[in-house]
């Protein structure tokens, strides 16, 4: 339970970021092909307690129902994040990450010609090739898609099929990316929204990926709450 900080009892705590880094260990460490796995890892388990406490807010205080929609929205945004960063080691170990051969080194801008009753122009892009190939960015939806057809979180395609719907909702962290008069976070985030984040994550990380044992899948007792397990 979250403590006033008037209160004599001492702070509340979530999992330990070195229980959780035992964890992550299991499959993030070094030798897979990826640089910096141990910051990765420390990353993810921060960001994993930062949804604890945004379950324990919601649990303990009294929030308005505006501040409870804020609360999950910024649980959805952590958790693509940390969903994110997982399929970008898993995609980059697994050697399914997608790469390019070639460098843009410039860019000749052409001259506008009306074409079509518009004005418009052709740019010539310059590449170079390169040694080898290099990693290519790839977008969070991309990632999704490469995973699903890889099976690289499983088999079980409603994790998936969830993480379609989410996607959307972590560009929400951009507000002046508006719609309609309509597409606010007030009517775009909702408590379905929220167990969906809380299943998806609670899926991955008691999974065969990580192997947990009874004391580590005990780490996310409480996304159970959110139910369909």
Same mark, same amino acid.
């Given at each position: 339970?979250?403590?006033?900080?008037?209160?004599?009892?001492?702070?509340?705590?979530?999992?330990?970021?070195?229980?959780?880094?035992?964890?992550?260990?299991?499959?993030?460490?070094?030798?897979?092909?990826?640089?910096?796995?141990?910051?990765?890892?420390?990353?993810?388990?921060?960001?994993?307690?930062?949804?604890?406490?945004?379950?324990?807010?919601?649990?303990?205080?009294?929030?308005?129902?505006?501040?409870?929609?804020?609360?999950?929205?910024?649980?959805?945004?952590?958790?693509?994040?940390?969903?994110?960063?997982?399929?970008?080691?898993?995609?980059?170990?697994? %050697?399914?990450?997608? #790469?390019?051969?070639?460098? /843009?080194?410039?860019?000749? $801008?052409?001259?506008? @010609?009306?074409?079509?009753? +518009?004005?418009?122009?052709?740019?010539?892009?310059?590449?170079?090739?390169?040694?080898?190939?290099?990693?290519?960015?790839?977008?969070?939806?991309?990632?999704?898609?490469?995973?699903?057809?890889?099976?690289?979180? %499983?088999?079980?395609? #409603?994790?998936?099929?969830? /993480?379609?719907?989410?996607? $959307?909702?972590?560009? @929400?962290?951009?507000?002046? +990316?508006?719609?309609?008069?309509?597409?606010?976070?007030?009517?775009?985030?909702?408590?379905?929204?929220?167990?969906?984040?809380?299943?998806?994550?609670?899926?991955?990380?008691?999974?065969?990926?990580?192997?947990?044992?009874?004391?580590?899948?005990?780490?996310?007792?409480?996304?159970?709450?959110?139910?369909?397990?």
């Amino acid at each position: 339970m979250l403590v006033k900080k008037t209160e004599g009892a001492g702070p509340w705590y979530p999992v330990t970021i070195d229980d959780l880094d035992g964890l992550l260990i299991k499959v993030i460490h070094s030798g897979r092909g990826y640089r910096h796995s141990y910051a990765l890892r420390r990353n993810i388990a921060y960001n994993l307690q930062h949804v604890e406490y945004l379950d324990r807010t919601v649990q303990d205080l009294k929030l308005s129902s505006v501040l409870i929609t804020q609360t999950w929205k910024t649980l959805i945004i952590v958790g693509c994040g940390i969903v994110e960063s997982l399929l970008h080691f898993l995609l980059t170990a697994n %050697g399914h990450y997608a #790469t390019t051969d070639w460098e /843009l080194v410039d860019v000749a $801008p052409g001259n506008p @010609k009306k074409l079509d009753g +518009e004005t418009r122009k052709i740019d010539a892009h310059i590449y170079r090739k390169l040694g080898s190939p290099q990693p290519k960015q790839m977008t969070f939806d991309a990632m999704i898609k490469k995973s699903e057809s890889k099976k690289v979180l %499983g088999s079980d395609r #409603t994790v998936y099929a969830k /993480l379609r719907r989410l996607r $959307p909702l972590r560009n @929400k962290v951009h507000l002046q +990316e508006i719609g309609d008069f309509n597409d606010t976070d007030w009517h775009s985030f909702n408590w379905s929204d929220a167990c969906s984040m809380a299943q998806v994550l609670h899926a991955i990380f008691t999974s065969n990926i990580f192997r947990p044992s009874a004391a580590q899948r005990g780490y996310f007792e409480y996304l159970e709450q959110y139910g369909d397990f």
